[in-house]
């Protein structure tokens, strides 16, 4: 029988000597490092996402950098785009923003090479986490190769992001482990700040991890001989986490608050999280990894999604991918649920994280889900409890590390009375049959879709590894010294299993040549490019700005205008001012045409909310007259390059990036925008001003005269953060910038602050008075004012939310006290 270590762990352990401390660090350094390698030797790079959204992201924020600026506005995204408040934008990241000061224009090996040694963090602290519970080194060594290169964590890879997030879980829990039985303010000075790190991603796994480490702390008070005694030893020390963790958060989770609150996705309904559950078939994958084809190069997966399941789903063959290895899911089902090992109480903890983390990942496939979406603060933020998966690869990467010590400790599992009493017989049925219904769901997948032979055949050599699996931990498990030597085999079997299958395979790598546009572009596409950029830098020189629309070219020209350096109206990107998307309905995805819609305030390229954001070119991957019907013509437009998979229009009908107007029309914009139809005015003289903004004038803008007044406005400085106007109007006017309005941006009028308007529904303006002066628009969203202005919509909207919760329940409570 297996004696549990007490809560606090055995520093001393004699399994832990400085030596063995030593090899279980370098061993997990050799793994990670053998595993990264393989990405540059075969050319290849982590593809979609990485290359698609982050990667041009971390070249915007070096460049930025290079210039002594912060990149906290992108006027090259969606026709201007928050930057500081994009939980995506990677500039409240620390690792990011000082890899982008160090390597402004890193290649795209050096971006997955930083990327993934963001799992450092979490795969070494798995060696103080094992040693101060007294378990073995080889099971601290197994657990962190799991965590690297196990289910959501490479198939995943794409999800910068997340990944960011998912390292630095381990080695919080560590710290705040310490800090709460060492009652350490240093220690917790520390979690403090690496739960910040893990964070500040504000992505939904960053949101999992913090919740368990809050029942971390829940359970330690709660399992404490005196919990009150043990909680008011350490409330002081709670209280200082508390404080340097909500200092380092508020600013970004303000920010980010306040951005959702205008943006496309300020929550989700639960029927959308439902499409984003786990299908319960793909748990099969965590014993046979490619029994659905997950990773086919030919990429002819049969598994569960959205063609195979009729219900629908949202999930993907990386998101359902959840393989940690032959030899781990072998110690899983054998001795952690046959031996019943799992159910330990010094393990239990986990089992009951590990539990949770998957009903939440089946979301609509389990009972109370919907309950947790509606009632729980948070969960509604995000759409694919799926996310959960990087949970459970944590979980199961503690219980195979606790199992391989079980077994250099204890042996093979009994299943006698002793051992596991009533259970006896109840747990190694459980285990068969998980196995058996794993096979099962994975061939009826499989026979629908012809593939029975290739399924049956990774079945097979599932269970024959298995089979020597078995027969190598029976030969070995005599005398200790033979089982550390299983260990020490099992440890190299798994980390070269794990390597050879998930490093840069099918779910996680492309070839690099598939992202040239940020290397080295095919000719017709080189020759295009130039003649835009020359076009563009002598527009620049002029004083003129003229934006441009990348649709249909491969994916990673939906945002390569950040490191091009062009003003793009769409992109890709989930998150996106909802104005804008409702005006001119530029979509998620700028390499899809059918995904661009057309509303009616923006029913063409001609049209006058076009000309109004200055949309002058179009870079087509092909004739124009060759796009889906739904496109608008363009009779007139003039081709200024066409070949292959490049072709260049200039549309030519953009108004002034900036003009003086003298008269006023005040809108309901939100109201003219559900109306989708822009009204009519003088786009020289006249102004569109929103009602809330009407107030902030000072003088009266009417009618406009016969004579309209004489007005001229140049943009000498246009910078990522500020724009500077010289203005010369004859009367007092409304100085227009054609630039997206958004809180935090703030103008200066000869230095001194004004208010700044709401202009021709979607942009900026400020009032003028009349002769020559110098207007600076300024993106400050970390003032003060912006800040206080951010959290205080917060708190109401949280008030109104409550609030409309409640109501329901006051409506029941007077209906019951009029019967």
């Not at 984003?276 to 659905?292: D, R």
């Amino acid at each position: 029988m297996h004696t549990p270590t007490t809560p606090t762990g055995i520093p001393g352990s004699a399994f832990w000597s400085r030596q063995q401390t030593i090899v279980a660090f370098a061993l997990i350094l050799g793994i990670w490092a053998v595993a990264a390698a393989v990405w540059p030797l075969t050319g290849s790079v982590v593809p979609w996402d990485s290359k698609n959204q982050f990667y041009p992201t971390l070249r915007y924020l070096g460049a930025a950098l290079a210039h002594g600026e912060l990149p906290l506005w992108n006027p090259y995204h969606f026709g201007g785009h928050p930057s500081a408040a994009d939980p995506q934008s990677l500039l409240f990241t620390p690792t990011m923003l000082l890899f982008g000061w160090l390597v402004p224009e890193p290649s795209m090996q050096l971006f997955d090479g930083v990327v993934f040694a963001h799992f450092l963090p979490g795969a070494l602290a798995f060696v103080p986490l094992f040693r101060r519970r007294g378990w073995h080194p080889a099971g601290a060594v197994v657990a962190a190769i799991v965590f690297m290169l196990g289910g959501s964590a490479t198939a995943r890879l794409q999800h910068t992001g997340i990944i960011l997030s998912y390292g630095f879980f381990p080695l919080a829990l560590w710290l705040l482990e310490e800090a709460l039985d060492r009652r350490s303010y240093r220690f917790g000075a520390l979690f403090a700040v690496t739960a910040a790190f893990m964070t500040i991603g504000r992505d939904q796994v960053a949101f999992l991890c913090a919740l368990t480490l809050i029942a971390v702390a829940a359970h330690r008070i709660g399992s404490a001989a005196h919990p009150l005694t043990y909680l008011r030893s350490r409330l002081g020390l709670l209280a200082s986490i508390a404080v340097i963790g909500g200092a380092l958060l508020a600013v970004p989770v303000v920010l980010t608050m306040q951005f959702l609150a205008t943006s496309t996705r300020p929550s989700f309904g639960y029927g959308v999280a439902a499409m984003g559950s786990l299908p319960p078939e793909s748990l099969a994958t965590i014993l046979f990894g490619n029994v659905f084809g997950s990773l086919r190069w030919t990429y002819d997966y049969w598994g569960p999604d959205w063609h195979s399941l009729a219900e629908g789903t949202w999930t993907d063959r990386a998101t359902n991918y959840l393989f940690i290895g032959t030899l781990p899911a072998l110690l899983l089902i054998w001795h952690g649920i046959a031996g019943g090992r799992l159910f330990a109480r010094e393990f239990r903890f986990f089992l009951v994280v590990g539990i949770i983390a998957l009903f939440y990942a089946l979301g609509r496939y389990t009972p109370g889900f919907e309950v947790i979406f509606d009632y729980m603060p948070g969960v509604n933020l995000y759409r694919r409890p799926a996310d959960a998966t990087f949970l459970i690869n944590i979980a199961l990467a503690f219980s195979v590390g606790y199992l391989v010590h079980r077994y250099v400790t204890d042996g093979l599992p009994q299943w006698s009375r002793a051992a596991l009493g009533r259970l006896r017989l109840v747990l190694p049925g459980l285990a068969v049959t998980l196995v058996l219904a794993a096979m099962a769901s994975a061939l009826v997948f499989a026979v629908k879709a012809g593939q029975a032979p290739a399924a049956l055949r990774e079945i097979g050599i599932g269970l024959l590894a298995a089979t020597a699996g078995i027969v190598l931990l029976q030969r070995f498990s005599g005398p200790s010294r033979w089982r550390e030597a299983a260990a020490l085999a099992l440890i190299a079997l798994t980390g070269t299993e794990l390597v050879w299958r998930h490093a840069a395979s099918a779910l996680n790598a492309e070839p690099a040549e598939r992202y040239a546009v940020f290397r080295e572009l095919p000719p017709e596409q080189l020759q295009g490019l130039r003649i835009l950029k020359k076009e563009l830098a002598g527009r620049h020189a002029r004083g003129e700005y003229p934006r441009v629309e990348i649709l249909g070219l491969r994916g990673p020209w939906q945002n390569a205008s950040m490191v091009l350096q062009i003003e793009d109206i769409i992109g890709y990107n989930p998150l996106r001012l909802a104005d804008y998307e409702r005006a001119v309905g530029p979509g998620e995805n700028a390499e899809d045409p059918n995904l661009r819609t057309f509303p009616a305030t923006f029913r063409g390229y001609k049209c006058r909310l076009a000309s109004l954001l200055g949309l002058e070119y179009l870079v087509l991957d092909r004739p124009i007259e060759k796009l889906p019907r739904h496109f608008p013509r363009l009779p007139g437009a003039e081709v200024v390059y066409g070949a292959g998979q490049m072709w260049i229009y200039r549309v030519n009908t953009a108004s002034p990036r900036a003009y003086v107007a003298h008269h006023a029309h005040v809108v309901d914009s939100e109201a003219v925008l559900d109306q989708e139809e822009l009204p009519e005015f003088n786009r020289q003289t006249e102004a569109l001003i929103d009602d809330e903004s009407a107030p902030l004038l000072k003088a009266s803008f009417g009618p406009s005269p016969a004579e309209p007044a004489q007005s001229r406005a140049r943009i000498v400085s246009y910078q990522r953060n500020s724009v500077v106007i010289e203005v010369e109007t004859g009367k007092p006017g409304i100085l227009v910038l054609h630039d997206i309005y958004y809180p935090g941006w703030e103008v200066r009028v000869d230095g001194e602050r004004r208010p700044l308007l709401r202009a021709n529904l979607l942009f900026r303006g400020v009032e003028v008075p009349a002769g020559r002066h110098r207007v600076e628009f300024e993106f400050r969203p970390l003032s003060l004012d912006n800040l206080v202005a951010a959290a205080s919509e917060l708190v109401d909207s949280e008030e109104e939310a409550i609030r409309t919760a409640a109501a329901p329940w006051s409506a029941a409570g007077s209906r019951t006290d009029q019967e």
